[in-house]
């Protein structure tokens, strides 16, 4: 492993790239096609190239003077209880803590949006700075931020053979099957898959993880719109807007770009939703599929499959279904009686509360609280807003009082599908593709680092039943 540790240091230098403009943005302001860096600003990849070999070092010197210290144990209720709780995994640009919630390189998503850049006349953070913190660690200059909106649209085009596969798919294929189709579709275009097939040194592969990464993330708003506008809309997307940030931009894709507070959403919702620490199916996937070397657009796309599974990012879609379901069975009587009444019925159906328990947390999503904030400030009166509250308010009680639910409390799916709804975009099909958008700038800074520290390929070992019977003593 040493030697695909050691890297050149003229490898960790953007700037040695070839400096070929792309016609339609060669402009003094960007000086390179991959860099975009001005004089006043260092890169986000010489910032992450800087840091590197530190990084490094300090892994070598963990594995070194502690490699075979035992650091837990593994029940059979584990091993059959889908790996809850097995401490297996690096994962370095988040942690999420059973009390506390999530926090991204150490910092609590209400630090986050104190701390990281906004959108002039904004209020909400830009998903830029929160990309630039998974990935090196530091939070990002105002300037950094711009720049790197830039650089996304500057990278923003799909070729013209995606376009037309994406124009083909029929309209009942779900959105998350031409979502994923498309993003496997850009392997075609993948500079590590190429650079590999060539042949390049270990030192080299992250250099290029990083092109395909920050490519395939400038991509997916325009990939998700065209999906959006042809099967629910008129086909025709508007053009990337080069002086314009990301959330922006999938906004005016989208067609809501109009509503400021819709935009405003877009930048919360594409925050909080990007990365839930290395465990979840969708980054777990992503993982492990980049761990056998495949390129950051075959990685994700695994994990965006995942993403769209009932029980993963499907969840925002059956809260709305069960609100409405609610509504009807309830009609005009909303009290707190007929909430609690309904509440209880759905439990003895032999039905889940949607949207409340999580895997790990025991307490209300910091997600969640986070969209009911900005709820309470944009839409106080509406009326989905006004029941998803009432249910926060019994909901808890009634988990408890069931006593199965070990996490009585609400997720971010038991908010943000009310939010979407309220601002007009109203086809649930399409929630997880918005989803998967925000997920990949959580996933792929992870694929990016592990290519640059030599992460080994993912093996865990395996059993039969009656394997794990014999290592317990058990007769069967």
């Given at each position: ?5 050691r ?29 975009y860096?001005?004089?006043k600003?260092k ?26 210290k ?12 889908g ?5 297996s ?51 990002p200059?105002?300037?950094q ?92 997307v ?27 959403l ?5 925050t ?33 499959n ?22 009807k ?7 707190d ?13 032999g ?24 709820a ?30 070990k ?12 939010l979407?709804?309220?601002y ?53």
């Amino acid at each position: 492993m040493a030697s695909s540790l050691r890297l050149a240091s003229s490898a960790l230098r953007c700037s040695g790239r070839p400096q070929v403009l792309r016609p339609a943005f060669a402009s003094a302001v960007f000086t390179s096609p991959r860099c975009y860096s001005t004089a006043k600003s260092k890169s986000l990849k010489d910032t992450f190239g800087d840091k590197l070999p530190g990084e490094i070092e300090k892994i070598k010197k963990l594995r070194k003077d502690y490699g075979s210290k035992v650091i837990g144990e593994v029940t059979l209720d584990q091993v059959y209880g889908g790996a809850r709780g097995i401490k297996s995994l690096v994962w370095e640009g988040s942690v999420l803590d059973s009390e506390e919630g999530i926090r991204f390189r150490g910092k609590t998503i209400p630090e986050c949006q104190e701390l990281l850049p906004k959108a002039p006349g904004g209020q909400e953070p830009l998903p830029e700075g929160l990309f630039w913190l998974l990935l090196t660690g530091e939070v990002p200059s105002e300037q950094q931020v711009r720049e790197l909106s830039a650089e996304w649209a500057a990278r923003s085009d799909i070729p013209k053979f995606v376009e037309e596969l994406i124009d083909r798919y029929p309209n009942d294929l779900h959105p998350m099957a031409q979502f994923s189709s498309a993003v496997t579709a850009l392997e075609h275009e993948s500079s590590f898959a190429k650079a590999y097939a060539k042949g390049m040194n270990k030192s080299e592969y992250w250099q290029h993880t990083f092109e395909d990464s920050m490519d395939l993330i400038a991509k997916l708003p325009t990939i998700a719109a065209r999906i959006y506008r042809n099967v629910y809309k008129d086909g025709k997307v508007p053009a990337t807007q080069k002086d314009k940030d990301y959330s922006y931009n999938l906004a005016n894709q989208l067609g809501f770009a109009s509503n400021n507070d819709f935009v405003e959403l877009m930048r919360l919702y594409l925050t909080i939703h990007t990365d839930h620490e290395g465990g979840n199916v969708s980054a777990h996937t992503t993982h492990l599929v980049g761990s056998a070397l495949s390129s950051p657009m075959l990685s994700l796309a695994a994990g965006l499959n995942g993403l769209a599974g009932p029980l993963h990012g499907l969840a925002n879609q059956e809260v709305l279904n069960w609100l409405q379901k609610m509504k009807k069975s309830v009609g005009s009587d909303l009290s707190d009686e007929s909430v609690k009444n309904y509440l209880w019925s759905t439990l003895k159906s032999g039905q889940v509360v949607p949207g409340y328990g999580h895997a790990v947390l025991r307490k209300t999503d910091p997600r969640y609280m986070a969209q009911r904030e900005f709820a309470e400030k944009h839409l106080p009166d509406d009326p989905m807003y006004k029941l998803v509250s009432q249910v926060y308010k019994i909901a808890p009680g009634v988990l408890t009082e069931h006593g199965k639910t070990k996490n009585p409390f609400p997720n971010v799916d038991a908010h943000s599908g009310v939010l979407l709804q309220y601002y007009g975009l109203q086809e649930q099909n399409f929630y997880t593709v918005l989803f998967g958008v925000s997920r990949a700038i959580g996933v792929l800074p992870q694929i990016i680092i592990d290519r640059a520290v030599g992460a080994p390929i993912e093996r865990p070992k395996s059993f039969d039943t009656p394997g794990w019977a014999k290592l317990v003593g058990a007769t069967l």
